[in-house]
């Protein structure tokens, strides 16, 4: 018990004294995008770390074990952000799925130009609207399997993906895409 006790102390004066730099060291190694603050990666590697299971062994360097585990914590992060938008038969009829979301069951929904706009849209919205955005019309999860996944309200969810199908719309609308099938 004296080794757990020690640990957390040593853990517990090494954040104290070094948050700062150790929230500058986040922020240095997540890009702009990141919608996790330094602050939020930070906190969860304390939690982790002393919360841990193994806490009966000595740690010998607190600062490389510190800095580790937010190195590993980003790594994670990053991995899980990363999204592959594959131009498989699937991926394909969920884009046409979308697609007549804007436009109801019109030729112009199965349109090539259309298509190619809608998935340069996707990518480029706020990581929170193309997440919700992918798992639910791509992905077919459901509000509720969303929500017991990421612990995010199903009501978010929904307002998210509502607002990400309004700037989606309207980046279509800017493209002169939308207005092509008020003329048909």
Sequence with gaps: ????????????????????????????????SADRDAEDILQDVALNLFSREDHLTPINN?????????????????????????????FEKNLAEL??????????ANDDELKLQLKTAILSLKQD????????DFENHSYAQLSLETG???GTLMSRRHRAL???????????????????
Aim: proline fraction near 1%; avoid cysteine; hydrophobic fraction near 35%.
């Design 1 to 32: 018990m004296a080794k757990s006790t020690e640990n957390n102390n040593n853990l517990n004066q090494f954040f104290n004294a070094e948050y700062q730099a150790l929230k500058n060291y986040v922020r240095s190694k997540i890009d702009d």
């Design 62 to 90: 607190i600062a490389g074990f510190v800095y580790r585990s937010i190195r590993n914590k980003i790594i994670d992060i990053m991995r899980a952000k990363k999204v592959r938008l594959d131009l498989d038969d699937s």
């Design 99 to 108: 697609a007549e979301l804007f436009y109801g069951n019109s030729a112009y």
């Design 129 to 136: 609207y193309k997440e919700v955005i992918l798992a639910i």
């Design 152 to 154: 995010i309200p199903q």
């Design 166 to 184: 309004s700037l989606l719309y309207k980046e279509l609308e800017k493209s002169g895409l939308t207005s092509k099938n008020e003329k048909e």
